[in-house]
Nanobody, 125 residues
Framework: QVQLVESGGGLVQAGGSLRLSCVASGRSFSTMGWFRQAPGKEREFVATIYNIFNWSNDRTNYADSVKGRFTISRDNAKNTVWLQMNSLKPEDTAVYYC????????????????WGQGTQVTVSS
């Protein structure tokens, strides 16, 4: 049974940093991603990390709104993916979801098969 468990959310002031973690159990995935959903808005893509082949290096892709501020990384041996969030802004406030899928580099939530329960990130101004 596949399970994704996020942690690391919380309340932070604008300009601050948070690091989200997601541990996957049950199997490993070539593609892992982070999405977020603010109140009254659609769930949106934040970042993804993926490889094309098991032996190839990981690649990353980011939403324009977080480029240069967020960094996605992972440890495949630990089935863990992180999202380092720096220079946080009030508009980053949302529930952040970890997701796993099979389509390399996808930014579409419909192409992610497994989801965590979400972790709240609140950025105060």
């Amino acid at each position: 049974q596949v399970q994704l468990v996020e942690s690391g959310g919380g309340l932070v002031q604008a300009g601050g940093s948070l690091r989200l973690s997601c541990v996957a159990s049950g199997r490993s995935f070539s593609t892992m991603g982070w999405f977020r959903q603010a109140p009254g808005k659609e769930r949106e893509f934040v970042a993804t990390i993926y490889n094309i082949f098991n032996w190839s290096n990981d690649r990353t892709n980011y939403a324009d709104s977080v480029k240069g501020r967020f960094t996605i990384s992972r440890d495949n041996a630990k089935n863990t993916v992180w999202l380092q969030m720096n220079s946080l802004k009030p508009e980053d406030t949302a529930v952040y979801y970890c997701a796993a899928g099979l389509r390399p580099g996808s930014t579409l939530k419909s192409e992610y098969n497994y989801w965590g329960q979400g972790t709240q990130v609140t950025v105060s101004s």
